[in-house]
């Protein structure tokens, strides 16, 4: 079992960054997929971005590819999602998740994180 704790959700201006961190524990942090998703109110959640265990695979929503970037440190067992640029339809709240699947798209979590609020003003 992984439990995931997202943190760094806050309130930016419009063009602003953001970097949200999701700090993993129990099983091994290692050869997880490990990826973010977003939901607005009223509206489905939807994929964000996700990473291969040995950071070779990344994928990004078209919404945010060029403006956000995933990371991973291993080490610290904790994934990143840096977010620049940031755009009022970027209003979410902002959830972690993970698998041990092998690097296959679409990515389909196991593991979820409770989310972060993520707010953008115009």
């Known amino acids: 079992q992984v439990q995931l704790v997202e943190s760094g959700g806050g309130l930016v201006q419009s063009g602003g960054s953001l970097r949200l961190s999701c700090v993993a524990s129990g099983r091994t942090f290692s050869r997880t997929t490990m990826g973010w998703f977003r939901q607005a109110p009223g509206k489905e959640r939807e994929f964000v971005s996700a990473i291969s265990w040995n950071t070779d695979g990344t994928n990004y929503a078209n919404s945010v590819k060029g403006r956000f970037t995933i990371s991973r440190d291993n080490a610290k067992n904790t994934a990143y999602l840096q977010m620049n640029s940031l755009k009022p339809e970027d209003t979410a709240v902002y959830y972690c998740?993970?698998?041990?699947?092998?690097?296959?798209?679409?990515?389909?979590?196991?593991?979820w994180g409770q989310g972060t609020q993520v707010t953008v003003s115009s």
């Open positions: 998740a993970a698998n041990y699947q092998a690097w296959v798209l679409p990515f389909r979590p196991d593991y």
